[in-house]
T-cell receptor, first 113, second 113 residues
Framework: AQSVTQLDSQVPVFEEAPVELRCNYS??????LFWYVQYPNQGLQLLLK??????LVKGINGFEAEFNKSQTSFHLRKPSVHISDTAEYFC???????????FGPGTSLSVIP | DGGITQSPKYLFRKEGQNVTLSCEQN?????MYWYRQDPGQGLRLIYY???????QKGDIAEGYSVSREKKESFPLTVTSAQKNPTAFYLC????????????FGEGSWLTVV
C-alpha cells in the first residue's frame, strides 16, 4: 500500500532563512507527487506538482521541490521564507492509474520574525 | 468565480444526531471527495465519487454516508454511528482521469457535544 511520510511535524525557521520540508513516499508503482499549503481554518491550496519530466519543480510563492526516485523523496524548499509562509504543508501522492490521493500528516512551518 | 462551496462553516450538534454537510462545485469536475482532518493526522479519505450516481468508500467510511445525484453536489452525512465525529471536514474535486490537481473547499468544522 502507498504511504507518505513527512519527517518533521514542526519546523521553526527565522525570517529570510532557507527552509526544507521533507517528504518520503512508498509505492511499488509510478506516482504523481504534490505539495499543498493550508492556512488556518482554510482549505488546501496547491503549491506545486510533479507529473513527469524535469525532477526539479517550481511552484507558487517561490517554493520548489525535487523528485528523487531512488530515494523516493519529494522535498520542498524555499531559499528565503517570509512571515506569510507560516502555515501547514502537506505532501501527497496519487497513483497514476487511479484518482485516489494519499496525504502525509503535514508539517507545521513557523516563521519567526 | 468557479470554486467549491462548503456549508455550513461551523456546525454544532448533539451526540446521537445525524448531520449533513453540503458541498457544491461549479468547476464542472467529474470527481468529488470528502476528507476528514484531525490534528497531527493529515487528511483521511472518507468517500469519493468519480461520476454521478456512483461513489466508493475511502479509508474511514464507517459512520458516514454520501450521495451523488448531481454532478455539482456531493453531500456528506455524519451519522450517529460515527464514534468520534468532531473534526474539520474538507470537500474537494478534480477531473479524472487526469485529475492531477485536487481543488479544495474552505472546510466545515463539526463539533458534537
Amino acid at each position: 500500500a502507498q504511504s507518505v511520510t513527512q519527517l518533521d511535524s514542526q519546523v521553526p525557521v527565522f525570517e529570510e532563512a532557507p527552509v526544507e520540508l521533507r517528504c518520503n513516499y512508498s509505492s511499488s508503482v509510478s506516482v504523481y507527487l504534490f505539495w499543498y499549503v493550508q492556512y488556518p481554518n482554510q482549505g488546501l491550496q496547491l503549491l506545486l506538482k510533479y507529473l513527469s519530466g524535469s525532477t526539479l519543480v517550481k511552484g507558487i510563492n517561490g517554493f520548489e521541490a525535487e523528485f528523487n526516485k531512488s530515494q523516493t523523496s519529494f522535498h520542498l524548499r524555499k531559499p528565503s521564507v517570509h512571515i506569510s509562509d507560516t502555515a501547514e504543508y502537506f505532501c501527497a501522492v496519487r497513483l497514476t492509474s487511479y484518482d485516489k490521493v494519499i496525504f502525509g500528516p503535514g508539517t507545521s512551518l513557523s516563521v519567526i520574525p | 468565480d468557479g470554486g467549491i462551496t462548503q456549508s455550513p462553516k461551523y456546525l454544532f450538534r448533539k451526540e446521537g444526531q445525524n448531520v449533513t454537510l453540503s458541498c457544491e462545485q461549479n468547476l464542472n469536475h467529474d470527481a468529488m471527495y470528502w476528507y476528514r482532518q484531525d490534528p497531527g493526522q493529515g487528511l483521511r479519505l472518507i468517500y469519493y465519487s468519480q461520476i454521478v450516481n456512483d461513489f466508493q468508500k475511502g479509508d474511514i467510511a464507517e459512520g458516514y454516508s454520501v450521495s451523488r445525484e448531481k454532478k455539482e453536489s456531493f453531500p456528506l452525512t455524519v451519522t450517529s454511528a460515527q464514534k468520534n465525529p468532531t473534526a474539520f471536514y474538507l470537500c474537494a474535486s478534480s477531473i479524472p482521469p487526469d485529475g492531477n490537481t485536487i481543488y479544495f473547499g474552505e472546510g466545515s468544522w463539526l463539533t458534537v457535544v
